[in-house]
C-alpha cells in the first residue's frame, strides 16, 4: 500500500528566503507525482506535475524534483513571498486510473 | 474556460440524514474524481468515475456512493450519515489521457 510523507509538517520563514520542502513515498512505481496548494477552506490548486520518466519540473519560482529510486521530491521555492502561505501537498498516482494518494501536508507560512 | 464548480459550497445535516453532493467538471473532461479531506485523515481517494462507469473505488463503507451523468456531471450521495462524516468533500476532473487534475472548491458538510 503506497504511503506519502510530507517533511516538515509545518514551516515558518521571513520573506525572501529559498526553501526547500520534502515528500517521500513507499513505492517506487508511480505513474506521476504532483504538488498542489491549497488555502485554508478552499479546494486544490495544482502547482507541477512530474512523470515518472521525468527529473524534475519548473513554474516560474517553484522547482520540483523527482528520484523514483528512492521515493523522494522536493519542491523548491525561491525568494518566497507572504502570498505563498499556504498547504503545499504532495500526492502520487500509482495507477492508470486517476487515484491520487497525498501526503499530509506542509503549513508554510512566509513572513513579511 | 469554467474550473470545476461543486454544489453546495456548505451544508449542514443531522445524524441519519442522506446528502447529495453535485460536481460539474471542466469542459471536455471526462473523469471526475471525489475525495474527502478530513483534519485527522488528510485527503483520502472516494471513486473515480469515466463515461458513467465507477472504474475505481476507495476504502470507504457503502453509505458512499456515485454517479456520472452523460454530460459527465458527477453527484456523489452519502446515506445514514455519521458525525464522522463531517469533512470537506473534493471533486476534480481530467482529460482523457491527460494527468493534472484540477479541483474544485469543494462542499463543506458539517453533520451534528
Known amino acids: 500500500k503506497q504511503e506519502v510523507t510530507q517533511i516538515p509538517a509545518a514551516l515558518s520563514v521571513p520573506e525572501g528566503e529559498n526553501l526547500v520542502l520534502n515528500c517521500s513515498f513507499t513505492?517506487?512505481?508511480?505513474?506521476?507525482l504532483q504538488w498542489f496548494r491549497q488555502d485554508p477552506g478552499k479546494g486544490l490548486t495544482s502547482l507541477l506535475l512530474i512523470q515518472s520518466s521525468q527529473r524534475e519540473q519548473t513554474s516560474g519560482r517553484l522547482n520540483a524534483s523527482l528520484d523514483k529510486s528512492s521515493g523522494r521530491s522536493t519542491l523548491y521555492i525561491a525568494a518566497s513571498q507572504p502570498g505563498d502561505s499556504a498547504t503545499y501537498l504532495c500526492?502520487?498516482?500509482?495507477?492508470?486510473?486517476?487515484?491520487?494518494?497525498f501526503g499530509t501536508g506542509t503549513r508554510l507560512l512566509v513572513s513579511p | 474556460k469554467a474550473g470545476v464548480t461543486q454544489t453546495p459550497r456548505y451544508l449542514i445535516k443531522t445524524r441519519g440524514q442522506q446528502v447529495t453532493l453535485s460536481c460539474s467538471p471542466i469542459s471536455g473532461h471526462r473523469s471526475v474524481s471525489w475525495y474527502q479531506q478530513t483534519p485527522g485523515q488528510g485527503l483520502q481517494f472516494l471513486f473515480e468515475y469515466f463515461s458513467e462507469t465507477q472504474r475505481n473505488k476507495g476504502n470507504f463503507p457503502g453509505r458512499f456512493s456515485g454517479r456520472q451523468f452523460s454530460n459527465s456531471r458527477s453527484e456523489m450521495n452519502v446515506s445514514t450519515l455519521e458525525l464522522g462524516d463531517s469533512a470537506l468533500y473534493l471533486c476534480a476532473s481530467n482529460l482523457v489521457g491527460a494527468d493534472t487534475q484540477y479541483f474544485g472548491p469543494g462542499t463543506r458538510l458539517t453533520v451534528l
Open positions: 513505492d517506487s512505481a508511480i505513474y506521476n
Open positions: 500526492a502520487v498516482q500509482d495507477t492508470g486510473f486517476q487515484k491520487l494518494v
